[in-house]
Structure formats: structure tokens, C-alpha cells
């Protein structure tokens, strides 16, 4: 069981990118799926998570009105939309898959992806 994001790169600030969490041996529709990212020299955090459903079970308040975060069952994908990026949001950004619901804990995250890199400077 993998997960894979994509979508990582290097944007000016107030720029955005989307990234993507895709899986290639199991369903995604089962699990609630999130986002955490870890910046240098930093803790890991969540920031966000979507429910099986598509509700979305919360937004860091860091990342409130510019991160967008929505399932497509068909594509089995997940999509972080990212916009007005700031320096600060520079960081590794992960999905974690968790069955049938969503955390905000770490420890709670039964799948993990490899990571992929956001830099946000000018």
C-alpha cells in the first residue's frame, strides 16, 4: 500500500500550485485522507483532512481561506489547492490515508505518502 504526492515545485509568493495524492493498489474512497506538511527544522503538523464523503474535517488556521482540499473518487485522487502562498508555507507535504474517517494526528494515520517538496521565495 503507497501513496504518492505530486504536484511540489518552486512558486513566487502569492502564488499557487495543486498538489496530489494518489494511490496505486487500493481505494481511496475508504479513507479519510489529509495533508501535513513538516518545514525545515520544524515538527510535523496537519493542516488538513477530507472525510470519505468529501466533507472536510478542518483547515489549520495557517493555511484558512487560501488552501482548498477535495476528493475525486473516480480519479481515486486527492487534491490540495493552494493559493496566495506565502514564504512560510515552504515545506515537505504529505497525504495520509486513515480508514473510514479523519485526524488531525499523526499517530493516527494508518498509510503515509513520500512527500513532495514546496518552496515559496522570490
Known amino acids: 500500500v503507497q501513496l504518492q504526492a505530486s504536484g511540489g515545485g518552486l512558486v513566487q509568493p502569492g502564488g499557487s500550485l495543486t498538489l496530489s495524492c494518489a494511490a496505486s493498489e487500493f481505494r481511496l474512497d475508504g479513507y479519510g485522507i489529509a495533508w501535513f506538511r513538516q518545514a525545515p527544522g520544524k515538527a510535523r503538523e496537519g493542516i488538513t483532512c477530507?472525510?470519505?464523503?468529501?466533507?472536510?474535517?478542518y483547515y489549520a488556521d495557517s493555511v484558512k481561506g487560501r488552501f482548498t482540499i477535495s476528493r475525486d473518487n473516480a480519479k481515486n485522487a486527492v487534491t490540495l489547492e493552494m493559493n496566495s502562498l506565502k514564504p512560510e508555507d515552504t515545506a515537505v507535504y504529505y497525504c495520509a490515508a486513515r480508514r473510514y474517517t479523519c485526524s488531525s494526528y499523526r499517530s493516527a494515520m494508518n498509510y503515509w505518502g513520500k512527500g513532495t517538496l514546496v518552496t515559496v521565495s522570490s
Open positions: 477530507i472525510h470519505t464523503t468529501g466533507g472536510t474535517l
